[in-house]
């Protein structure tokens, strides 16, 4: 077995619930850890004396333990952990607090480095929560004394347990060999794999990270480009169920809306018909951005899927949008008389167009309705394509399969995407491939990046739409707001409340974070249902409550039931709601310009005037010229241009991602020349390395992974 592929569970202090927590952040092999890069870096590299570490409040001191001893404190029950550490210049006080067991691991005696900041508000000089090592002899520091690496975790698993696992997985891959002809490395000036994994986790210094980032990130769009390309081969000689235009019948759909086409969707929608009437696989991308109309341009081709006797499968990434297509696409083809069906994690439905009738029924029954052909259209999330827990569970099999649809397909993983294309089939042709992205891409770079995939782009919006009210809110403005917003939901509208998080923890695993605090739901919840709305009906939502329990959630706001919904982004694909015209963002610098304008989306989707209310206690200049953009870009796909020129190169230190190309682990969309260069390289190597190819060949169909 490839070293990459071994489990996580088979390195040191790897248990039952590590793994699965690890498992909650998308990794369970090595290969998934070394590509869990980190998302910023500490840089605690310096390494004073405790007299300079006075002065320049921040960096690593090396020390040694005096005392060390745990306290109650009465007034806020709380452990505390006092320590006084020393060196030849100096002594210092330590505290941290609720971390009890620091007291048993740190001894009297013992050298250990500490890193944080010194924080002189209170008690004199104190060094609060400061991240802690044991000095050993001819090790060097992982947590402390160097650019320590920051990763996106859970609650429960701390930084230094994934760095922990990272320094033991890049042991587990030595001795590695380079993929990358020599060649090529030379032309771009590009450092070796192994020094890349190693320095892109713990850097020696800037500049060698710099240089593996460049590395990791040319692997990444190189890889990509090369395996679309095949990947494009192979798919023009997949045959595929020719599906005839039903001309008269679509026409009547078309008549039948409350409105007219817009010229991009009749244009898209065409596109994929004469895809579909080629008799090979169809494998595009539509790409509009959200409230563009995305739905009605696929239904299109479902119907015409349906009507030539194929069956259809329409994945969501979840239950709550599952369910509106299903309703949505239920009623866009009422007229014809045929069985869709809903499967989400908590609901499996069947409804009956001929006899109009919506019944629950069993995922088994379900199942046996899709084999036999009986069903002609299946809605669902990734349930559709993961087994069933029970041991007795049927797996599903189309009868016919025609089509496959993905909706706001970059939600998906690389794996889900992977087991969609092996749906079984009792036919022996390949299905057609739709996915659908609110992504904006700009054209040029989507074809590159999806160069396995031909593309259609709608990027006019229906007509008569008016403008969302975009408008920054400081702390001054708050109340105004408000008030503002109770008169609008007295008039009948609704609103959404966006928080970044569910709950604020107490233990933030990144230490010595901004002071800023970040808005949670949990707290919103309370201020605003008790203090600022009583009168009004709040709710909340997030991603950690239970399927069932969030459609509940959402039935009542669809329902106009409640008034007021806060949630994370669990909001943020999708939803079609067209009474609520409020949506107040908490804590907006935190989010990306990108997913600020997906959030701000879900309004805007009715005849009422909609406003979108980002609300902000950061008043850097920065953050004030990204929300800015907001307020004038015209669509996403200019917001996208904007935040491309927003973001310099300088933002080392904190390289957050954009939010536009979620499927790419270290390159971005923006990185405009080196996808350039890597489309250059790529066409170079195909005819120049046939072993490279074939080792590449091999790795799509063995889902081997280089790296
Ligand atoms: P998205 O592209 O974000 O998936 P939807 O397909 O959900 O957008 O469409 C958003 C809303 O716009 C829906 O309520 C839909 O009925 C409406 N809509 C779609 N096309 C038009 C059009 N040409 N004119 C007016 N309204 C439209
Ligand atoms: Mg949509």
């Not at 060999?177 to 030379?186: C, G, V």
């Not at 890349?196 to 210094?205: C, E, G, M, R």
């Not at 001929?354 to 084999?371: M, P, V």
Request: hydrophobic share 35%; glycine share 4%; charged share 25%.
């Amino acid at each position: 077995m490839n070293k990459f592929q071994k489990s996580v569970s088979a390195l040191n202090r790897v248990g039952e619930k590590t793994s699965s927590q690890l498992k909650k952040i998308g990794i369970t092999t090595v290969r998934d850890l070394l590509q869990h890069y980190p998302f910023r870096y500490e840089d605690y590299s310096q390494i004073l004396s405790i007299e300079e570490f006075k002065t320049k409040k921040r960096g690593t001191i090396k020390v040694k333990v005096n005392l060390i001893a745990n306290r109650r404190s009465n007034r806020k029950k709380m452990t505390l952990t006092e320590a006084i550490v020393s060196d030849n210049s100096g002594s210092l006080q330590v505290l941290w607090f609720n971390q009890g067991f620091l007291a048993k691991n740190i001894k009297p005696g013992q050298q250990i480095y500490l890193a944080g900041t010194i924080d002189d508000s209170n008690h004199g000089l104190q060094l609060i929560n400061p991240s802690y090592e044991i000095c050993y002899s001819g090790q060097a520091p992982l947590h402390t004394g160097r650019l320590v690496p920051i990763y996106s975790t859970t609650s429960r698993l701390t930084q230094k347990q994934i760095r922990f696992l990272v320094s033991q997985s890049l042991k587990a891959i030595w001795p590695l060999s380079d993929w990358l002809p020599s060649e090529i490395k030379k032309e771009y000036q590009l450092i070796e794999l192994k020094t890349a994994l190693q320095q892109i986790h713990f850097p020696q210094n800037l500049k060698t990270m710099k240089q593996a980032r460049q590395r990791l990130k040319f692997n990444e769009l190189f890889l990509l480009q090369f395996k679309n390309q095949l990947l494009r081969q192979r798919m023009k000689k997949e045959k595929a169920p020719l599906i005839k235009f039903q001309l008269t019948e679509t026409q009547k759909l078309i008549q039948s809306l409350p409105f007219k086409l817009t010229d991009d969707q009749k244009k898209a929608s065409w596109e994929i018909i004469k895809d579909l009437e080629k008799g090979t696989k169809m494998n595009r991308l539509l790409e509009g951005d959200v409230g563009s109309g995305k739905t009605i341009a696929i239904v299109i081709a479902i119907l015409n899927v349906v009507l030539n006797g194929y069956q259809v499968s329409y994945m969501a990434p979840t239950g709550i949008l599952a369910q509106q297509q299903f309703q949505n696409i239920s009623q866009l083809l009422k007229k014809i008389k045929i069985k869709i069906g809903l499967l989400t994690s908590s609901k499996t439905l069947i409804n009956d167009l001929s006899a109009k009738k919506n019944k629950e029924i069993t995922k088994n029954k379900l199942y046996n309705q899709i084999e036999k052909g009986e069903l002609q259209i299946i809605i669902g999330t990734h349930s559709l394509i993961e087994p069933g827990k029970k041991k007795k569970s049927k797996k599903l099999t189309f009868q016919n399969l025609g089509l496959i649809v993905v909706d706001e397909q970059h939600r998906f993983g690389v794996k889900q995407r992977q087991n969609l294309s092996k749906l079984s089939n009792q036919n022996n042709l390949s299905p057609h491939f739709l996915s659908l992205t609110a992504t904006p891409i700009p054209r040029s770079i989507a074809l590159t990046l999806y160069s396995n995939l031909d593309l259609s782009v709608i990027k006019e919006m229906p007509a008569k739409r008016k403008k969302i009210i975009t408008e920054i809110v400081t702390p001054e403005k708050e109340k105004e707001t408000y008030q503002f917003i109770k008169k609008e939901i007295k008039k009948g509208r609704q609103a959404f409340v966006i928080c970044p998080l569910i709950e604020k923890s107490l233990k933030s695993t990144i230490l010595l974070e901004s002071k800023n605090e970040s808005k949670s739901v949990n707290e919103e919840y309370k201020k605003l249902s008790q203090k600022i709305f009583p009168q009004l009906k709040v709710d909340f939502i997030h991603g950690k409550m239970k399927e069932k329990e969030k459609e509940e959630i959402m039935q009542n706001f669809t329902s106009g039931q409640t008034n007021l919904l806060i949630a994370t982004t669990v909001l943020e694909v999708g939803i079609d709601i067209p009474n609520a015209s409020l949506m107040l963002i908490k804590g907006a610098e935190h989010f990306g310009l990108a997913q600020l304008h997906q959030l701000r989306g879900r309004v805007g989707r009715g005849s009422h005037q909609s406003y979108c209310f980002l609300f902000t206690d950061n008043e850097s200049p920065k953050t004030k010229k990204r929300l800015s953009a907001l307020l004038k870009a015209k669509d996403g796909f200019e917001l996208a241009q904007k935040d491309l020129e927003l973001r310099g190169p300088g933002e080392i230190l904190s390289i957050k991602q954009s939010g536009f190309s979620n499927f790419l682990k270290i390159a971005e969309w923006s990185d405009t020349k080196l996808i350039q260069e890597t489309k250059a390289a790529v066409k170079k190597s195909i005819k120049k390395y046939p072993r490279l190819t074939n080792l590449i060949k091999k790795d799509l169909q063995e889902s081997v992974h280089l790296e």
